[in-house]
């Protein structure tokens, strides 16, 4: 079960959900890499789910950077503004 994260834990924000996709676009304020667990939480959200694959500008990658927009696809629906922490 996912557990409660401090503000100060966010690693990055979703600024866009692709429904049709299942893809989530997340702004990253920490590294992230293939295989690192996430916590989405938002108003609605609750998700954990593990990093299975990911893009930056179309491109596969394993891992990404302060800064990146990422892609990623995700097991359920997700919200613009929901909070992205890495789970332990």
Same mark, same amino acid.
Do not use: M, N
């Given at each position: 079960m996912a557990h409660e994260h401090p503000e100060s834990e966010t690693i990055g924000r979703v600024t866009h959900y692709y429904? &049709?996709?299942s893809v989530a676009a997340i702004s990253l304020d920490a590294p992230l890499r293939i295989g690192d667990r996430l916590h989405i939480k938002?108003?609605?959200?609750?998700l954990v789910q593990a990093?299975?694959?990911m893009e930056v500008d &179309?491109?596969?990658v394993?891992?990404?950077s302060p800064g990146d927009d990422v892609a990623m696809r995700v097991a359920d629906h997700v919200r613009e503004h929901d909070r992205i922490y890495l789970e332990e």
């Open positions: 429904s &049709h996709l938002g108003h609605t959200t609750d990093v299975d694959s &179309h491109k596969p394993e891992r990404a």
